[in-house]
């Protein structure tokens, strides 16, 4: 989860926040396979992939709670 600016978080308008990564690694290995960045704002909250693992679906926490889809 990214951090938010204080100052906009007390002025009770705060909307944007800063944008995180997704990164994907082998769990065998241990070693990043894939880094995926700016499209979330926050954090995620959710991610999965297809059965055939060639797509993987995200679900962000901004306000709108985005949802993306990518061919990695």
Known sequence: MAAKT??????GNF???KLVNIMIWSA??????CE???????SVKLLGFSPDGTKLVSVG???YHSVAVYDW
């Open 15 to 17: 909307k944007g926040g």
């Open 6 to 11: 204080s100052e906009a978080w007390n002025k």
């Open 28 to 33: 065998s290995t241990q070693e990043k396979i």
């Open 61 to 63: 926490g901004d306000d």
């Open 36 to 42: 995926i960045h700016g499209f979330h704002r926050r």
